[in-house]
Antibody, heavy 115, light 110 residues
Framework: QVQLQQWGAGLLKPSETLSLTCAVSGGSFSTYYWSWIRQTPGKGLEWVGEIHHSGSTNYSPSLKSRVTISLDTANNQFSLKLRSVTAADTAVYHC?????????WGQGTLVTVSS | QSVLTQPPSVSAAPGQKVTISCSGSSSNIGNNYVSWYQQLPGTAPKLLIYDNNKRPSGIPDRFSGSKSGTSATLGITGLQTGDEADYYCGTWDSSLSSGVFGGGTKLTVL
C-alpha cells in the first residue's frame, strides 16, 4: 500500500519561502515522477511541478522562477520550495505520484500567507 | 483560467447517468493520456480513470472514460448520492512541458 505523508510550515509571511516535504512508503521510489499540485481555497487544481527519479524537473511556467523541487532518494522523500510567497500562494498543497496519472496523493497541507 | 475546459456543474437524479466533458487542444489532450479525479469535500483528489479509459483497482465500472480528438468525457452511470463531488480532468501539455487540469465540475445528485 503506497502512502504519501507530507509536512511543512502552514503559516508564512509575505516574502518568506514555502517549504514542504513528502515521504513515500510502501512502494518503489524509483521509476516514477513525483509531483506537487496546489488548490486555492474553493477553487480548482493547479499543477506546480514534478521531479523524475532521475532528478530531472519540470515546473509550471507561471511559478518557474520561484520553485525548486528536489529528491532525497536515501529517505524516499521529495520536497518543494517556493520562494518569495505572497497571499496569492495561499493554498492546499498536495504531493502525488505520477505525471498524467496521479495515482497516489498526500493528505494535503494548507499553507496560508499572511502578514 | 484553466487550460482544459469543463462545465462548472452538472446534475442528475439518483440512478441516472451523467457525462462530464473536458476540452483541450492538440498539445495536451490530443497527444497525451487523460486522467479523471474525484474530490470529495475536505479530501485529496482520487484517481478515477487513467490512460483515457482505464480504471484503477477498486473503482467500480459505473465510471468510464473516453477520448476523441482534443476532448475527453467521463461517464457515471447508476448515480448515487455518494457520487456528489468535484471531478477534474488532467493531462500533460507537451508545449508547456507542464501538467494541466480542467477547472473542475461539481456533480449534484438531486
Amino acid at each position: 500500500q503506497v502512502q504519501l505523508q507530507q509536512w511543512g510550515a502552514g503559516l508564512l509571511k509575505p516574502s518568506e519561502t514555502l517549504s514542504l516535504t513528502c515521504a513515500v512508503s510502501g512502494g518503489s521510489f524509483s521509476t516514477y515522477y513525483w509531483s506537487w499540485i496546489r488548490q486555492t481555497p474553493g477553487k480548482g487544481l493547479e499543477w506546480v511541478g514534478e521531479i523524475h527519479h532521475s532528478g530531472s524537473t519540470n515546473y509550471s511556467p507561471s511559478l518557474k522562477s520561484r520553485v525548486t523541487i528536489s529528491l532525497d532518494t536515501a529517505n524516499n522523500q521529495f520536497s518543494l520550495k517556493l520562494r518569495s510567497v505572497t497571499a496569492a500562494d495561499t493554498a492546499v498543497y498536495h504531493c502525488a505520484r505520477g505525471r498524467e496519472r496521479l495515482s497516489y496523493w498526500g493528505q494535503g497541507t494548507l499553507v496560508t500567507v499572511s502578514s | 483560467q484553466s487550460v482544459l475546459t469543463q462545465p462548472p456543474s452538472v446534475s442528475a437524479a439518483p440512478g441516472q447517468k451523467v457525462t462530464i466533458s473536458c476540452s483541450g487542444s492538440s498539445s495536451n489532450i490530443g497527444n497525451n493520456y487523460v486522467s479523471w479525479y474525484q474530490q470529495l469535500p475536505g479530501t485529496a483528489p482520487k484517481l478515477l480513470i487513467y490512460d483515457n479509459n482505464k480504471r484503477p483497482s477498486g473503482i467500480p465500472d459505473r465510471f468510464s472514460g473516453s477520448k476523441s480528438g482534443t476532448s475527453a468525457t467521463l461517464g457515471i452511470t447508476g448515480l448515487q448520492t455518494g457520487d456528489e463531488a468535484d471531478y477534474y480532468c488532467g493531462t500533460w501539455d507537451s508545449s508547456l512541458s507542464s501538467g494541466v487540469f480542467g477547472g473542475g465540475t461539481k456533480l449534484t445528485v438531486l
